[in-house]
C-alpha cells in the first residue's frame, strides 16, 4: 500500500481498492478518516502504519459501513484510538442488535458471522447540527449528506481538502458499478446536489478518486443513479412483487448470486432503487391478493396525486 501526499498534513493510504484518508498531527501522530476493510486490507494497512512509525491517534468515520469501520475496533485496540462517528451511525454499529436493526432482513446469526467485527464504540458523537468537530486539537469541518447510509457526512480537514467518504463514486467505479448502494436513494441525491455548492481546494472520492473540482462529477454521479433506477423501472411489467422485479433485475443486469449474503446485499440495494422510483411517482405500491405489489403509475395518476 502507498502513502499519497494531498495537500499541507493531509496524506491518503492508497489500498488498492480505496483511498483511507489521513491527517498527519505530527511526524508520528494521525487522525484517520476511516479504516478499510477487514477482509483484505487490514494487514496492508498495519504495515503501512508500522512502517512508518505512525500512531493512530482518533478515527473519524463518514459512515458505518463495512469497508470503512472494518478496522475501527482493532486500531482503537492497537493505539488507544478515539473514535469519533455522527450519532446514528455510531448506534448503528454499537452492537450486534443494533446492526441487525440496519441489516433487517439478515438474520442475527449471519450478522454476527459478517459484520460483528464492524462492532466498535463510538467517543465522540457528532450531532446532526454540528458543523466542526475537535479531535486531539484538530478542527475538522462536517457536511452532513443522508442517503447513502442513514448519517452519512462528508469531512473537511484543516488543509481545505474535503473527504467526501462515498457521497460520490468515481468515474471507474461507475463503469464497473451495477446497482451502486444507498440507503435511502431520495435523500442521497438531494445530499449530492447539495455539495454542488462545496468549495474546498482538493477532494477525496472513497472509491476512489482525487478531484480539485467536483461539479462534473456531482452532475455525471446523478445522472448515473438516475439512468440505473430508469433500467430498473423499465423492466416493471404489470404488478409484480419485490421477488418478481429482482428475478427480472438478476436476470437482466447478469448478478451472480452465489450465496445468501450477496442475495441480501442485491435485496438491499434493489430495494433502494424500488422505493426511490415510488417517492419519484414513477411507482405505486397495491395489494394484490393479499400480496404487496409495484405497479407504473399512470400519468392521470400522477395527476391525481398532485392536485
Ligand atoms: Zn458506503
Redesign the pocket.
Known sequence: MDILKVKGNTYCIDTGMTYIPFYKINDEEIIMLDTGWKKGEREGIDEVLESNNFKVRAILNS?A?T??IGNNTHLKNKYNAIIAMSAYEAIICSSDVNLKVYYGSQTLTEIRKHYGHMVCKTDVIIDEDQNEVSLCGVNFGIIHTPG??PANICIITPDDVAYMG?TLISYEVMEGAKMP?AYILSEDMKSKAKIYDLKCSKYIVAHKGMYDDIKKLIDDNIDFYESRAMRIYEVIDGTMTMEDIMKVVIKKFNIRIQDTYKYYFIERMLKSYVDYLYEIKKLKLIMENGFLKYTKMTANAVIDMTF
Open positions: 459512515h459501513h469497508d470503512h447513502h447510509s462515498d448502494y
